[in-house]
Nanobody, 127 residues
Framework: QLQASGGGLVQAGDSLRLSCVLS????????MGWFRQAPGKEREFVAT?????????YYANSVKGRFTISRENAKKTVYLQMNSLALKDTALYYC?????????????????????WGQGTLVTVSS
């Protein structure tokens, strides 16, 4: 139901944009988010955006100012624009969605409140 894409191998300082499409439901009613999991580490929150017009966003401190989450309801797609990529950003990136929670719930309570996950797209940043 959630299909993420856009990952790849880039050099430090480069940019990359991830996309995630939600199929089969009313996309605008879903709060959307991105999480990531680096090798040997637990999954961590990256960014989230509120439902409908996406007027509210939250970011992890580690990506604030470099990453931007956005949504395009007509295309049922959420994006993660990643700029100034660093080695520490190497991870498997997952998109997440849930119509029952708010973006603030995702930010403050994390992955445990989310029911729907994409398959992950790998981002590898090299020096």
């Amino acid at each position: 139901q959630l299909q993420a894409s856009g990952g790849g191998l880039v050099q430090a300082g480069d940019s990359l944009r991830l996309s995630c499409v939600l199929s089969g439901d009313i996309f605008s009613t879903y709060a959307m988010g991105w999480f990531r999991q680096a090798p040997g580490k637990e999954r961590e929150f990256v960014a989230t955006i509120s439902r409908y017009e996406g007027q509210t966003t939250y970011y992890a401190n580690s990506v604030k100012g470099r990453f931007t989450i956005s949504r395009e309801n007509a295309k049922k797609t959420v994006y993660l624009q990643m700029n100034s990529l660093a080695l520490k950003d190497t991870a498997l990136y997952y998109c997440a969605a849930d119509p029952r929670v708010r973006a603030s719930d995702i930010y403050y309570r994390g992955a445990s409140v989310i029911d729907y996950w994409g398959q992950g797209t790998l981002v590898t940043v090299s020096s």
